[in-house]
């Protein structure tokens, strides 16, 4: 079974400054994909990033961007020039593409704080 | 279109009693999923649709639950004799199928309170 793991419960950073989450996963599959959800206090979830793991060159979204690291299952997201509105629950999430629902499993989640 | 809607945003119940919550995907999303959130906690998958036919259901779907949708379009989720462990957030996501298109998208959560 696939497991995601989110090591850091919260996180702090100032606006302007860059600030990475951590994300470890562990599969036998090789077709997959990953995924970072942004959760607003009371709002709804919301994607901030895909990556396929058939692709080598890691995704990026504007401010947002990751590492992935397919040998040593790792898939960390960077937030760059931090803003106020990135205060959120971040989840890293795994979904095993060929299988036969391709449902989500998400880890526990990253609560980031943007201070002013 | 405005993306996955679902009602009630709220629903606060006695235990014992039904409650079901509703769901409207993304018109052109044949896929439909549910989850279930608890504080602090990620989603947990519940079940999922492709079209009208339910194709798997968790271990965490008790009897008392049962999710329908039918003509593939909404879905219901009906939680029957409820019990204070119910109490959670109930997502929606819906996805289509094919084609790099799997990424799933949510709706705002049905957040249920069993008193």
């Known amino acids: 079974a696939q497991t995601v793991t989110q090591s850091q419960p919260e996180m702090s950073v100032q606006e302007a400054e860059t600030v990475t989450l951590s994300c470890t996963y562990d599969?036998?599959?090789?077709?997959?994909?990953l995924f970072w959800y942004k959760q607003p206090p009371s709002r709804q979830m919301i994607l901030v990033i895909r990556?396929?793991?058939?692709?080598?060159q890691n995704a990026t979204e504007n401010r947002f961007s990751v590492n992935f690291q397919k040998a040593a299952k790792s898939f960390s997201l960077k937030i760059s020039d931090s803003q106020l509105g990135d205060t959120a629950m971040y989840f890293c999430?795994?979904?095993?593409?060929?299988?036969?629902?391709?449902?989500?499993?998400f880890g526990t989640g990253t609560l980031l704080a943007v201070q002013p | 279109d405005t993306g996955v809607s679902q009602d009630p945003r709220h629903k606060i119940t006695k235990r014992g009693q039904n409650v079901t919550f509703r769901c409207d995907p993304i018109?052109?999303?044949?896929?439909l999923y549910w989850y279930r959130q608890t504080l602090g906690q990620g989603p947990e998958f519940l079940t999922y649709?492709?079209?009208?036919?339910?194709?798997?259901k968790s271990r965490l779907l008790s009897d008392r639950f049962s999710a329908e949708r039918p003509k593939g379009s909404f879905s219901t989720l009906e939680i029957q004799r409820t019990e204070q462990g119910d109490s959670a957030m109930y997502l929606c996501?819906?996805?289509?199928?094919?084609?790099?298109?799997?990424?799933?998208?949510f709706g705002p959560g049905t957040r249920l309170l069993v008193l």
């Open positions: 996501a819906s996805s289509a199928s094919g084609g790099g298109q799997e990424t799933q998208y």
């Open positions: 599969t036998s599959e090789s077709n997959y994909y």
């Open positions: 990556q396929e793991a058939y692709k080598q």
């Open positions: 999430a795994f979904m095993n593409h060929g299988g036969a629902t391709n449902k989500l499993i």
């Open positions: 018109s052109e999303h044949n896929r």
């Open positions: 649709f492709q079209n009208e036919a339910q194709l798997e």
